[in-house]
T-cell receptor
Framework: QKEVEQNSGPLSVPEGAIASLNCTYS??????FFWYRQYSGKSPELIMF????GDKEDGRFTAQLNKASQYVSLLIRDSQPSDSATYLC???????????FGKGTHLIIQP | EAQVTQNPRYLITVTGKKLTVTCSQN?????MSWYRQDPGLGLRQIYY???????DKGDVPEGYKVSRKEKRNFPLILESPSPNQTSLYFC?????????????FGPGTRLTVL
């Protein structure tokens, strides 16, 4: 069974610091990886996706993928109070059943 | 504007009264999916569809039905709702038929079954 593990938090980070969110996955056949942000009661929205080992940067966000260790992370630089949300990690395997989501990490940015 | 729409956004109903939650996307996506989200359990897939007339069960399909008669629409049907189906429901769509690309989510439907 495909699984995604995330620390549920809450993870508390001071404003302006780097927030580091981590995710491990069980399916070695996973092809692509996604980070979604979800505000309370709202729908998930895509922050980053990554397909290849290494780092991918987009503005204040950096996704890191290590397929050998089955590990993906999201770094948020210069954290802002508006970054306070739940962050969902997801991956797509080779099958036709879409994405497998983790339960999310609740991030709190302290002003 | 590219979007996934769901209706209704909020619904309170009683046990056993059939209901349908509609989902529509205007991006010509092949793949559509329904999720429910409950505290501590995360997003769980109910049903998905790779194309018109092609649907399959996800992780928690019991008590739900779906249909895909048109590419843009993917309604979720609860024929006899029960209180354990009280949840926040999301519809999503994705261009690749496998659903393995970015999924775009609708705004959600908060359902309460009394």
């Amino acid at each position: 069974q495909k699984e995604v593990e995330q620390n549920s938090g809450p993870l508390s980070v001071p404003e302006g610091a780097i927030a580091s969110l981590n995710c491990t996955y069980s399916d070695r056949g996973s092809q692509s990886f996604f980070w979604y942000r979800q505000y309370s009661g709202k729908s998930p929205e895509l922050i980053m996706f990554i397909y290849s080992n290494g780092d991918k940067e987009d503005g204040r966000f950096t996704a890191q993928l290590n397929k050998a260790s089955q590990y993906v992370s999201l770094l948020i630089r210069d954290s802002q109070p508006s970054d306070s949300a739940t962050y969902l990690c997801a991956f797509a395997g080779g099958g036709a059943d879409g994405l497998t989501f983790g339960k999310g990490t609740h991030l709190i940015i302290q002003p | 504007e590219a979007q996934v729409t769901q209706n209704p956004r909020y619904l309170i109903t009683v046990t056993g009264k059939k209901l349908t939650v509609t989902c529509s996307q205007n991006m010509n996506h092949e793949y559509m999916s329904w999720y429910r989200q409950d505290p501590g359990l995360g997003l769980r897939q109910i049903y998905y569809s790779m194309n018109v007339e092609v649907t399959d069960k996800g992780d928690v399909p019991e008590g739900y039905k779906v249909s895909r008669k048109e590419k843009r629409n993917f309604p979720l049907i609860l024929e006899s709702p029960s209180p354990n189906q009280t949840s926040l429901y999301f519809c999503a769509s994705s261009q690749p038929p496998s659903g393995g690309g970015e999924q775009f989510f609708g705004p959600g439907t908060r359902l309460t079954v009394l």
